[in-house]
Structures are given as structure tokens and as C-alpha cells.
DNA sequence: AGGAAAAGCGAGCGAATGCTCGCATTATAT
DNA sequence: ATATAATGCGAGCATTCGCTCGCTTTTCCT
């Protein structure tokens, strides 16, 4: 049995101060992770870069697993809150103009912080937070299999789970790797070319 | 500046004794990275499991990353004979059938050690050897192009880079999400029916 | 056989890291 | 104003880890 460090708050943060700090925190830890990578994210260092000591860190997170836990959360927060809004957007909408929106918010998604984005999926596994993330992907999976299914007519005979996946880790794919790949050199034009091609190759599949 | 550790070895390994001692380091590594994972692969932890001693390790190996790296290259090198072959093996072949042998055959590497690819996965960033596998990921992507060129007539007007990105990217995600969801739980008439429907999705995409 | 080169050994050094604990400071309630 | 709780502090303990170095054993070559 590996002994799994515990990664929930040890208690809450209730005065505006100390919910400054746990912000302060989380915050700390996010720009150490992109800008100097996991290795040098050391409690000592989070708490200086923080503004706070060591001891008021370990009031609030019993562990750096737990603090790189917020920070896999909070950009998880930012993603699903672009594909949830985008796929209500979607709901009453042809299979084209959904999928292409999906594309869209996919590749916007990666580029909320490509690096933070990185350096997260490195080092998920490592921190007892696959669950959650595995939740997210649920989450994705059960929304877009709902629209899928509500569309059936506009479809040819498949089943719904199969094409969900397919699709979801289709565009998953060209997201991550246009935007890890090709970085920052990503042109208007470039992006909308990569769009209107996986768009049509999920809605060729589809139908 | 971040110093990064090199990763060349030594000495080279000339006896035969010697040579056993490297390779029962490189096993002794790749079996702690996926039955402990990574922090528990230290250099003492790696040099007892091999049987050796740390001053042998040392001998040969100039770091813990040069280990982990070895393990990436010889994992690697098994992944891309199977490419290599499958592409050589199609190269004649219309585009139906050459796909269905690439997802098959992306599908099968998955499956060569998906517990060990994961872990690399997820350690390669900080080895150093990411441009190693970049340099494995343009040749797949060269191969791969070169296919779609001698096939032209075959398929709709399209630029050949484009088309290799997201055939490759499709092509890899399936595969990578089906072995590492999926774990080993993939009856064959599953992965069958997944190869059929990756098929259909590229082949239609193409032409 | 004998000497040189190659291979192997492992105690232990120095540096870094996660985390605790006793105490100081600030906020809230009465 | 006083008491109580909440928050913050940071030196330092305990542990781990990567790696070195002086030495022994094995192999190779003539």
C-alpha cells in the first residue's frame, strides 16, 4: 500500500485575511509550476513566493500534493466552465455548428495557459487528483453523448457511446497538440483552417 | 539557466559482464518506474534491484535521468520498428487499407507495456529527452506524408501537412485514450469494431 | 604467471525537502 | 477593555537522495 498524502484543506479559510492567503497560495504555486517547473516547487519556496511562511501554508494545505491539487482544479474550473456554456450554447443546433463551436472552445481551452496546462498534465498522476480529473472527462463524455443522442435523426446508425468517444478524443487531440506543438506561432487563419478541417471530418463520420 | 544532467553515458560498456550490468540497470529502472513508479526509482533503490551495486551505476549511467532516458529510448525504439514495418508494408497499398493498418498497429504499441508508457509519458518532459521523441514523432509524421503523397489521386484536394497532423493526431489519441481508459479490459471484437470506425472516420475524411 | 586495465563495491557526504511546534500577532466578541 | 479564537511565523528536525571516492575483484593480454 503507497501511502496516498492527503490533499484536502485542513481547515477553512473563513477571515477575508486568510482567504487571501490560500489565494495567495494557490496563486504562488501556479506561476512557480510554469515559470520554474515542478521540481522547484518546494514548500519553502511556494510560502516565500507566496508572501507567507511556511506554517501559515500547512494551516491550510496538509501537503504540496494538495496544493498543486487546487491549482489542477481551479484551471479544471476554468476549462469546464468555456465547454458546459458552449454546449448549452449548442444544444438546439445542427450537428455542424455544434461541432464546429466544440473545436473552437477545444483549441480556446488549450490556450488558456498552454504552459500551466503542461506542466498539470505531467504531473496529475502524481497526485491523487486523477479521480477528479477523470470526473471532468466524465462530465465531457456524458455532455456530449447527450447532444449526440438528441441529434440522432440528422445521423447515421451508430452507437452513442462509440462516437462520443471517438469524437471527444478526436478534438481533445487536435486542440492539445496544435496548441503544445505549434505554441504561440498560431495565425488567425491557421487556427480557422484546423477548425473547418476537423469539423468536417467529425461531421463526415457522424453522418 | 537550468542545468540539465547529461545523459550520455560515461564509459561504454565493453565486456560482457559489463554489458549485462547496463542492461539489468535499464530493466531494473523500467521495472520500478511502472511497479512504484517515479519517486521511488531513486539511483540506490535502482542499483539494488538490478543487483548492483551504486558505484557500478555511476560507472556508466552520469545521472537518474540518463536512466530514465535509456528506458525512453529502448521503448521507443520497439514502438517505431512497428511503425516502420507497417508503413513499409502498405506503402504500395490503397489508402482503406493502409489506415486500417496504421490504427491497428498505433492500437498494438499502446499495448506493448501501457503501464510503462504512461509513466514515460508523463517523466519525458524532464529528462531531456524530449527532443529525441520529437525527433520519433517527425519521423512518424514524415513517413506518414510521404505515404499521402505517392496516394494523391486517391484523395480530395488537401495540403499534405495538414492532413498528416490530424490523421496522425486522430489516429494516436484513439489508440493512446483506448489503452490507457480502457486499460486491459479490450475484448478483440471491441477493438475491432474501434478500428473500423477510426477507419471509416479517416478514410472519409481523406478523400 | 603476472601485470595492467576494466569492472565492481558500498559507506557516507553534502544538499535539499517536507513538515512540526512553540510562540507572536491580529481579529472578533462580549 | 479583556478574553478567546483565528491567523501567522520561521528555526530546525528528520529524512531522503544523488552522487563520490578509495578500495577490491575480475578479466584480458602477453
Redesign the interface.
Known amino acids: 500500500m ?1 501511502r496516498t498524502p492527503p490533499t484536502k484543506p485542513r481547515k477553512n479559510a473563513l477571515q477575508a485575511r486568510s482567504r487571501a492567503t490560500v489565494d495567495a497560495l494557490v496563486e504562488a504555486t501556479a506561476r512557480i509550476l510554469v515559470q520554474e ?3 522547484k516547487a518546494s514548500t519553502n519556496r511556494i510560502a516565500e513566493v507566496a508572501g507567507v511562511s511556511v506554517g501559515s501554508l500547512y494551516q491550510y494545505f496538509p501537503s504540496k500534493e494538495a496544493l498543486v491539487a487546487a491549482v489542477i482544479d481551479r484551471h479544471n474550473e476554468e476549462i469546464m466552465a468555456l465547454v458546459r456554456a458552449a454546449l448549452t450554447e449548442v444544444a438546439d443546433l445542427p450537428i455542424e455548428t455544434a461541432v464546429r463551436k466544440l473545436v473552437t472552445v477545444a483549441i480556446e481551452a488549450h490556450r488558456i495557459d498552454p504552459k500551466l496546462h ?1 506542466v498539470l498534465a ?1 504531473q496529475i ?2 497526485t491523487g487528483q486523477l479521480k477528479d480529473v477523470e470526473a471532468f472527462n466524465r462530465e465531457v463524455h456524458t455532455l456530449v453523448r447527450a447532444y449526440l443522442e438528441s441529434r440522432r435523426k440528422e445521423m447515421r446508425k451508430i452507437d452513442p457511446g ?2 462520443t ?2 469524437c471527444v ?2 478534438i ?3 486542440a ?2 496544435t496548441v503544445l506543438n505549434h505554441a504561440e506561432m498560431l495565425s488567425e487563419k491557421t487556427v480557422r ?2 477548425v473547418d ?2 469539423t ?3 461531421v ?2 457522424l453522418r
Do not use: K
Request: glycine share 8%; net charge negative; proline share 4%.
Open positions: 503507497t517547473g515542478f521540481e503542461r505531467e498522476p502524481r462509440l462516437a468517444f471517438i478524443s478526436t481533445e487531440a487536435v492539445h497538440n483552417t484546423l478541417e476537423t468536417r471530418m467529425v463526415g463520420y
